[in-house]
């Protein structure tokens, strides 16, 4: 058999028994908690900073929040989880990060992230929610893409009820979060967040599967998921911050990243290589510190 016929005849037999397809791979949760834990302060190898006592966060800052999602194609809500950190009584007054994990693990998995970013700029300075999508941690059902999106505006709509306005909301995603990011950024359903920042996001899930398969076949060959971040940027005008590190082997920067970057059209972006930094140490590597400090004047604008 010459190599063009066995190339063909693997494509087949692939295709047929479902190898090649990515839907459920892009989800990784964890959901056999009993409770969350939260304030983890266990040193993490990818994180490479010492976790200083300034970026721990009171007991009294941290609230469990139940929300309602539905999506499009439900009868009925799911009810998912996130958290808030800060005062909920500041709400109507602070600026917020909604923060949108990756795809697996669960809020505890990212909470060292999450406690750093609420002190930009000083202690407690912002207030951040952050969402357990459906089927992650004590969240309902099981994870979809039509759900991921309606999780997270799930959390816009809490904010928006606790007196929250679209011009002091910050859309944060990390990795798979950076799709429900863009999604709601590019096409607010209530509230228009002011702006978006995405580390290491992907250019699409059809790019995804060729990156895992070394093959340049059609999108439908890998997955049915409609994910694709590179042509949503272009709808946004919002400011935009990205960060990604030069050897992330999950997702290259130059065939994820770059592209979502190059594809931006707004009138204001901040765009961060990371030397050296892989899919989860990006922040580590450029330095905790530093990063809050371009994140806080992205912010500002300054």
Not at 59 to 77: F, G, H, I, K, N
């Amino acid at each position: 058999m010459n190599t063009q016929r066995f190339t063909l005849a693997l494509l087949a037999v692939l295709t047929l028994s479902g190898c090649l397809r990515m839907d459920s791979s892009l989800f990784n949760p964890t959901s056999d908690i009993e409770a969350y834990a939260f304030n983890n302060t266990e040193p993490m190898d990818w994180w490479d900073f010492d976790y200083q006592p300034d970026y721990l966060i009171e007991d009294s800052m941290v609230r469990l929040v139940p929300l309602a999602s539905q999506a499009p194609d439900e009868s009925t809500p799911t009810t998912i989880y996130g958290v808030y950190i800060g005062d909920p009584a500041r709400i109507a007054t602070d600026t917020v990060i909604l923060y949108l994990h990756g795809n697996g693990g669960y809020l505890d998995s990212y909470w060292h992230r999450m406690a750093l970013m609420v002190h930009l700029g000083g202690k407690h300075r912002f207030g951040m929610l952050a969402v357990d999508y459906r089927g992650y941690g004590l969240s309902e059902g099981s994870p979809t893409e039509a759900g991921l999106y309606a999780d997270a505006q799930a959390g816009i709509e809490w904010l928006d009820g606790m007196g929250l306005t679209g011009d002091r909301l910050l859309l944060y995603g990390y990795s798979m979060g950076t799709a429900p990011a863009t999604e709601l950024a590019a096409n607010p359903r209530t509230l228009r967040a002011q702006w978006l920042a995405l580390e290491a996001p992907f250019a699409s899930a059809e790019v995804m599967g060729q990156d895992g398969t070394g093959l340049a076949l059609p999108g439908s060959y890998f997955t049915d998921l409609e994910i694709d971040n590179a042509e949503e940027i272009k709808k946004v005008d919002q400011p935009f911050f990205w960060i990604h590190g030069t050897e992330d082997d999950f997702l290259d920067y130059e065939n994820h990243g770059e592209v979502v970057w190059k594809n931006y059209r707004g009138a204001r972006g901040v765009d961060i290589r990371v030397s050296g930094a892989d899919h989860g140490d990006c922040i580590g590597v450029y330095g905790p510190e530093q990063f809050n400090a371009e994140l806080l004047k992205f912010i500002l604008n300054q």
